[in-house]
């Protein structure tokens, strides 16, 4: 059967039960909010609710002219379809389309995730323990890849802090590295050459403290497919979309920036931080427009991929065009 988006229209809060989706109050306001008091919810809204930024969809939903979405800029959701069979997973295929198919047959069980380096309570995660001792949440983002286009996903995950305040990072822990699985005969993408496999990703320590950072196990109230990054991968949505490694088995505390796969193949067009930046182009191309999928023509890509007010001020002084 396949997952209808979830909308206020057609669910309300009461209508959704347990089975169907773990609801947390983030997502509760969420629906809340589309539910007609979006005005009065950004009044009021908790530190960590992203605030509506007003773009004229924002403001034609507040207004009430268009049917309410749910994203916090009033964005609809991308079909699960489409979230499912346009995929990057280099292990796979090149070919977005062809990744579902090949990674259909992916073994994601047992699965084990190891925690360790500059931390006080090393410690490895079965993939039950994720879901276990870590309460599920969903969090809708918007996915804006280097290559742009875009995407809004209703994750399911917890954030990556909670799991990092449980191993007690050391003082001298100032980098988060993660780790993609390294098997090569269920991964034919790593058999060949000209990537440094395994795929590996970074976070400066103060970025994978942000509550915006989680581990995803699931979406559309689902657990994660194969091509999705099953079953555990991260999601950092005001950065581009190579940051948010998928089907992580180490993560790792540091005391200097990792290496990162795509700023190892081609340094001068990915950086370490690759915030979502419509003013710094990629060198062979634009940033500052962007295709969502299932729309025609290109919207402005925003700062921080819309996420400034809760993600600016780790960058306060840096000059962005230089840590891009
Ligand atoms: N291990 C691994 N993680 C990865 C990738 C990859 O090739 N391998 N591709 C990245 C890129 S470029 C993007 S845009 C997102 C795509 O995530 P999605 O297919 O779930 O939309 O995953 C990221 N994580
Ligand atoms: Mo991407």
């Known amino acids: 059967m396949k997952p209808q988006p979830i909308q206020s229209k057609a669910v309300s809060p009461s209508e959704i039960t347990p089975e169907h989706l773990y609801l947390s109050r983030r997502r509760f306001m969420q629906l809340a909010a589309t539910a ?24 034609r939903a507040a207004s009430g002219s268009a049917p309410s979405e749910p994203d916090d800029l009033a964005d609809e959701l991308t079909p699960f379809e489409s979230i499912t069979n346009y995929n990057n997973f280099y292990e796979f295929s090149l070919d977005k389309a062809a990744v579902a198919a090949r990674s259909k047959d992916f073994r994601t069980s047992p699965w084990e995730v190891e925690v ?24 809708i983002y918007r996915l804006r890849c280097v290559e742009g286009w875009s995407m809004v996903i209703p994750w399911v995950g917890f954030p990556l802090a909670k799991l990092l305040q449980v191993v007690e990072p050391t003082a001298d822990a100032q980098f988060v590295r993660f780790e993609t699985l390294y098997d ?41 497919l194969p091509q999705n990054g099953a079953p555990v991968r991260l999601v950092v949505p005001w950065k581009y979309g190579f940051k948010s ?3 992580i088995v180490k993560i790792e505390l540091v005391e200097t920036a990792p290496e990162t796969l795509w700023s190892s193949v ?6 370490f931080f690759a915030n979502v930046n419509p003013d710094v182009p990629h060198p062979r191309w634009s940033q500052s427009s962007e295709r969502r999928i299932g729309e025609s023509g290109r ?8 996420y400034a007010e809760q993600v600016a001020h780790l960058y306060q002084g840096m000059d962005l065009s230089r840590y891009y």
């Open 299 to 306: 919207r402005p890509t925003l700062l921080f991929n819309g």
């Open 116 to 139: 360790y380096g500059l931390v006080n309570k090393p410690r490895t995660f079965g993939y039950e323990d994720l879901k276990g001792v870590f309460d599920q949440e969903e969090r």
């Open 36 to 59: 007609g008091i979006s005005a009065a919810l950004a009044a009021c809204s908790p530190a960590n609710q992203p605030a509506p930024v007003p773009t004229a969809q924002a403001s």
């Open 184 to 224: 090569p005969d269920q991964m034919p993408g790593q058999q060949r050459g000209g990537f440094p496999w395994p795929y590996q990703e970074g976070l400066r320590i103060d970025e994978a403290m942000n509550d915006l950072a989680i581990l995803a196990t699931g979406l559309y109230g689902k657990d994660l």
């Open 245 to 247: 490694i998928k089907s």
């Open 266 to 271: 081609a340094p001068h067009e990915y950086g």
